[in-house]
């Protein structure tokens, strides 16, 4: 099988041509492929390197348990309890390298996938084919995210849905799904389950109320030793952690009841290191954890391309990767019907309407989109997001921005929208406009095209996965109001341009991104991982 052992030959009837596909990947400098994803092999050290057959990497020997152990010389002490309970990692300085030849199968094989078409709403395998076969007792760790949680403000976003979104997925494909995140009101059930099948479980760890994410370090020491104790007592088969903090928390669970451990890191403290510098506001060794637990996991599950050479400057391999992205509810977020209105959204008072979604944070980079709109007359903007019961420092600093630019009148923060109303809210702008510095992946891209409107991104993060440059939306250096103001401009005088990237990006977003399939490329990388530690589950969901 050779290179293309990843992609094991059950998974599809296209699989003949998604092994060409691989193959011309490999055998030119720039490619373009299917949809848009652009691949340089210069991005990835600037030389070709020989492509390495990753078949060992996928089948354990036989008879061989190859469940490794949280590896001492990658974390010498978990929990440092004599320091006011505050976790300590401590990284040896044995550092791995990035596989090359690994991450460019890593990406040639998520430009392939996104080839294989699906219906909305819909998983390309059903219930009644996987009749007989095991169902995996999965626990997804999200100490900060809760599936529950009001999206919108500070600290509730992306994370959130994806979590909930990927437990739901999973149940609908027959695993059983516990969510493990933390106690954040004392009324809280300590389990309760969803009606999407899955269970939500909250886990006593510092104060039963709401804590800033970059305030909870110190109480992870408590949340990883009940999260022992509560997975002793509901053992699952594999744990996946969400987020740093989670991950650093279930490796310490994981080494002590040997379960396999996969992590998910949703934002990387380097990259936010990088952009915020001084005003980044996590603990101060995020990084070095960060670090330590990726070396601790048995795999990453990336959401990005990007996400994977960030990976590799920490030491990672690109081996030890998996690129699946987040996706979206087709169903809920579609093209507009003849009946589609809300009361929620507001009337037009210019000709052409942007609309920015997402949490009052400065990294959004609303004040970027706030500048160009100078640049555009009769156009108004709209932002969506932040906490209805609290004033946010970010939504004065914003409305002040507006008024010195003289603006004011043409900028709207229309706080939290439900998230029944968002669909029309999406479909009552000419253009979405995403323009953080960075954006780990950004949701917001893809339930605009989703709803058949063209989407101005800045080409940063999953958004250069996502959004095709000139195909499906356009791309924008980020912090240039000029250069956004400029393609905003020429898209907001082109109502057939609009149309035509709406019409491709509505196809893209079909094709790769329902949850289904999200749930069913992350149960295929459980499966793998799994084999790789020679233990006795199979998973259900399909290997595509």
């Not at 500070?154 to 106690?183: I, P």
């Not at 290191?273 to 048995?298: K, W």
């Not at 080409?459 to 939306?473: E, K, N, P, R, S």
């Not at 103001?485 to 094709?511: D, F, N, T």
Request: hydrophobic share 45%.
């Amino acid at each position: 099988m050779g290179h293309t052992a990843i992609f094991h030959r059950a998974a599809s009837p296209t699989y003949g041509l998604v092994r060409s596909l691989i193959v011309f990947t490999l055998l030119v400098e720039d490619v373009r492929v299917g949809a848009g994803l652009t691949h340089r092999f210069r991005a990835f050290g600037g030389r070709r390197t020989r492509w390495r057959s990753e078949k060992s990497a996928l089948r354990a020997p036989t008879g061989v348990r190859r469940r490794p152990p949280l590896a001492l010389q990658q974390v010498i002490q978990v929990v440092d309890h004599q320091t006011f309970g505050i976790p300590r990692c401590y990284v040896s300085a044995q550092r791995r390298t990035a596989d090359c030849t690994s991450t460019i199968a890593a990406s040639s094989a998520f430009v392939a996938r996104s080839l294989v078409k699906e219906e909305p709403g819909t998983s390309s395998k059903t219930t009644a084919q996987r009749d007989g076969e095991i169902a995996v007792r999965i626990a997804l760790v999200s100490e900060h995210a809760s599936p529950l949680a009001a999206i919108g403000g500070v600290d509730a976003g992306g994370q959130n849905v994806h979590v909930a979104e990927l437990a739901a997925g999973l149940v609908r494909f027959g695993h059983s799904v516990a969510v493990y995140t933390r106690r954040d009101d004392p009324d809280l059930a300590e389990r309760l389950t969803t009606s999407a099948g899955y269970e939500v479980v909250h886990v006593p760890a510092g104060p039963a109320a709401p804590v800033s994410k970059d305030e909870l370090w110190p109480h992870m020491g408590a949340f990883a030793d009940r999260l022992t104790e509560m997975l002793k007592f509901q053992r699952p088969d594999l744990v996946h952690a969400h987020f740093w903090m989670s991950a650093w928390a279930s490796a310490a669970a994981a080494a002590r009841l040997g379960l396999p451990l996969l992590v998910t890191f949703h934002a990387l403290g380097t990259v936010k290191r990088r952009y915020q510098g001084p005003s980044d506001t996590s603990p101060l060794n995020r990084i070095r954890v960060e670090t330590a637990v990726a070396g601790a996991a048995d795999h990453i599950v990336a959401t990005c391309v990007d996400e994977v050479r960030e990976l590799g400057l920490l030491g990672v391999p690109a081996s030890k990767v998996s690129v699946v992205p987040c996706g979206v509810d087709l169903v809920h977020f579609s093209p507009a019907r003849a009946t589609s209105c809300s009361a929620a959204v507001p009337g037009r008072a210019c000709r052409y309407r942007l609309l920015s979604v997402g949490r009052l944070v400065p990294r959004k980079g609303y004040d970027t989109t706030i500048e160009a709109l100078t640049l555009l007359p009769d156009t108004e903007l709209l932002i969506a997001g932040g906490a209805d019961a609290t004033p946010e420092p970010e939504h004065d600093r914003l409305i002040g921005f507006a008024e010195r630019l003289g603006v004011a009148d043409r900028v709207r923060l229309i706080g939290q929208v439900a998230r029944a109303d968002m669909p029309a809210l999406l479909r009552s702008a000419d253009l979405v406009v995403c323009s953080p510095w960075y954006e780990p992946f950004g949701i917001v891209p893809l339930e605009a095209m989703a709803c058949g409107v063209p989407v101005v991104a800045s080409a940063v993060g999953g958004m250069l996965d996502t959004v095709v440059d000139g195909v499906t939306g356009a791309h924008v250096p980020p912090r240039d109001p000029a250069a956004l103001a400029e393609v905003l401009s020429a898209l907001l005088e082109s109502p057939s341009r609009r149309a035509e990237l709406a019409r491709a990006g509505l196809e893209r977003v079909r094709s790769r991104y329902s949850w289904d399939r999200v749930a069913a490329d992350t149960a295929a990388v459980y499966q793998r991982t799994v084999r790789r530690q020679g233990t006795e589950h199979a998973l259900t969901a399909p290997l595509g």
